[in-house]
């Protein structure tokens, strides 16, 4: 057997972690294997090992950065208990500058056109982006922070929300800024389920 | 041939190029976009799109640019004229902001292409910005036409009906989402904050 895998740990971390940098500053479409491997300070047949395509490098990049982010989240959500204050946080990491990758994001929006394998994955990131603000919308009504609103249609609309004001910001159009995309996000969330947000943010 | 006239022609070279880059980059993805073929489909030779465009790069940027301005132009004066009642106006525009087949749904595709080189290309972002600041002016006022409430501000409930536009829009067009739906959305998001007719963008 390939004494390779014994280094997993170590090595897929590396290399998409290389994959995101290098995807970030040239675009996939610019992006040879070996810039990767190079990066990561391995070989190319070494991440082809790991990672069959190009396409695959980005996919696992972002999906190990969600990992981390609802890591974090979960984290940063268990230290308060007002589901108000749970939005305000996941407002704030969504329309923030935050963790939020754009040039990952739009490469992956851009090829889920294309590739029904990236459109999957992008499927399944955002249902699950879903879930976490439904999540918090019913522990807010069940605590009677928040009106009757249906949980999952407002989490497409602040999550569509918000990732429109993240190409606006990623645009870097002058009128939208983080705080102002953070603003406005919270200003529909407060009319949608009928509490006060800005107040807590 | 006059040089005047010379300058037309090569005006209009220029600009059959950018229309077929913009039409090849739609049905093709960016990466798969060829001079060959696209001096093909605007019949002129390859030198001449080397001669009107340096690089691959610089026509991709000039095509994405071109979209723009045409979206900019052209599709800000349709909602208008569709009709004098301003709830159905302001739907009318709304429309023309979501990915309906045929052009709307071919400048969709080139402006994910746009957003994601706006990314890494920062010369891109004043040609998007422009689009936008464009597109507020022009819901802004239909928004006030039907009529924006006291102490809301137009300008905002304009940047949160593009971005909730570019948002839902971008799931009907990969596919995930009907778009009469991402209409509905929208519209059911204006009509609590003006007061409108909730049912307008139903069916």
Known sequence: MSPRPRLDHV????????????IRERGLENVRVSDVAERAGT???????????KAELLKEALTSAEERYYEDLERDLSETESARERLVKIVGGGAGEGDYDAA????????ALRDPELAATRAELDDRWRRTIAEIVRYGQERDEFGPAQPDVFALLLGSLLDGLAVQIALG????????????????????????????? | ??????????????ERILAAAVERIASDGIDDMR?????????????????????????LGEALEYSYERAGEVRLGEG????????????????????????LRQD?????????????????????????ERMRAWLSEGLVACGVPEGSDPGEMADRVLALCDGLGVRVLIGEMAIEYAREQVWGYLAGELGLDASLAAG
């Open chain 2, 108 to 132: 969709w595709v080139l402006w994910l292409e746009l957003w994601l080189r706006s990314v890494r290309h920062p010369e891109l972002g004043p040609t998007g910005a422009r689009l936008y």
């Open chain 2, 80 to 103: 208008e004229e569709a009709d004098s009642d301003p709830e159905r106006r302001l739907l009318a525009m709304i429309d023309q902001c979501l990915p309906y087949p045929g052009a």
């Open chain 1, 43 to 53: 070989s190319a047949p070494s991440v082809l090992y790991y990672f069959a395509s």
């Open chain 1, 104 to 111: 990952l994001w739009m490469e992956l929006w851009a090829r």
């Open chain 1, 173 to 201: 159009d002058a009128e939208v800024t983080p705080e102002r995309a953070q603003d406005l996000s919270l200003a529909l969330a407060e009319r949608e389920l009928n509490c006060e947000l800005r107040a807590v943010a």
């Open chain 2, 1 to 14: 041939m006059t040089e005047a006239a010379a300058t037309a022609t090569e005006r209009g070279a220029r």
């Open chain 1, 11 to 22: 090595r897929r971390p590396a290399i998409l972690a290389a994959a995101a940098e290098v």
């Open chain 2, 35 to 59: 001079i060959a073929r696209v001096a093909m489909d605007a019949g002129v030779s390859t030198s001449l799109v080397h001669y009107h465009f340096e690089t691959r790069e610089a026509l």
